[in-house]
């Protein structure tokens, strides 16, 4: 397994006026209005990140989110405006909401636990009676979780959402109807596939007084996939195996099995050599299946100088 993955930047460029390093990603601002958003090969789960890197997986969230960026802004404006490496994408800077809109068409993931565990709501929205896992719901479902700083989300409300003026009414009708036409636009992405996307999130922020999607959208890490055909054949009964998926579910299913579930005291178990090509082969193999074109690895030998290489001519010749 190479060990040139790339798990983080310390870059300075000219302008340059702050800096974040989220739970994958490495953000710059550059002056007031741009973004300059770096995807490491860092991976999390549970809200935690986890400590070996996973290599391509960058690069693959990079050019997936970029991808649908491109194919849906005729649905909504969004941040990007251009990627000048393979782990590299800028765009504009827009003030974000705190708050992660979830949209669900099946009963899997935390929705599933939350579920299981005997609750009948999740953000505010009720669940009916009678589910299994996998079920699909008679409509797909938003819930809503608080995009938090530090430490775990949690789910919110349209009711909360609204009393604490995270939006307001008229954004929130706004934002219900581009989440529906996104996840309906990703669904029909998959489906082309031979893909069912169960579920995603989507973040928004406000520019010049506008909403627009920002941050990544329907990469593995943000949405779950099933092959669709194995989806299908379990849920009508037809298969006793467990739908093959594409998301990062996988890795989190791996973590519970051995007792790591981001809970206090909790100790990360460690992440086996063979299990990190498995979760790179994943990641790549989703890339292929959902673009339908073969992916090309970028040179990942001192990576953080070509990205840094990269960003600075495009800042020179550009601003």
């Not at 590299?88 to 669900?104: D, N, Q, T």
């Not at 009711?159 to 706004?174: F, G, K, L, N, P």
């Not at 673009?291 to 990942?300: Q, R, S, V």
């Amino acid at each position: 397994m190479s060990t040139e993955s790339l798990k983080s930047t310390d870059f300075s460029f000219p302008g340059q006026s702050a800096r974040y390093n989220g739970k994958v990603r490495d953000i710059y601002t550059i002056g007031d209005n741009l973004i300059v958003m770096v995807a490491t090969d860092r991976i999390s789960a549970f809200d935690v990140i986890l400590p070996r890197t996973i290599p391509y997986k960058g690069q693959v969230l990079n050019q997936l989110a970029a991808h649908f960026l491109e194919d849906t802004a005729d649905i909504v404006p969004n941040w990007f405006m251009v990627m000048p490496d393979p782990n590299v994408s800028i765009g504009l800077k827009a003030e974000p909401f705190k708050v992660e809109m979830i949209i669900r068409g099946a009963l899997v993931g935390h929705a599933w636990r939350e579920y299981a565990a005997g609750q009948r709501s999740i953000a505010g929205v009720s669940l009916p009676e009678g589910m299994k896992e996998y079920d699909r719901f008679p409509e797909p479902i938003i819930t809503p979780s608080t995009k938090a700083s530090v430490g775990h989300d949690e789910d919110i409300s349209e009711q909360d959402i609204i009393t604490q003026r995270i939006v307001s009414q008229s954004e929130w009708s706004e934002l219900i109807g581009y989440v529906r036409k996104l996840f309906a636009r990703g669904q029909d992405s998959a489906s082309e596939q031979g893909l069912f996307l169960a579920d995603t999130k989507y973040e928004f922020g406000r520019l010049d007084g506008k909403l627009i999607l920002i941050d990544e959208l329907h990469t593995p890490d943000s949405s779950r996939y099933f092959y669709a055909d194995s989806y299908e054949a379990f849920v009508k009964g037809q298969s006793e195996e467990r739908p093959k998926q594409l998301s990062k579910e996988f890795v989190r299913e791996w973590l519970m099995e051995r007792g790591f579930s981001g809970q206090n005291g909790e100790v990360v178990p460690e992440l086996t050599n063979d299990f990190i090509t498995t979760i790179s082969e994943r990641y790549i193999e989703l890339f292929e299946k959902l673009t339908g074109h073969k992916f090309h690895k970028a040179n990942e030998k001192n990576a953080s100088v070509r990205i840094e290489k990269s960003i600075l001519e495009y800042l020179e010749t550009n601003r």
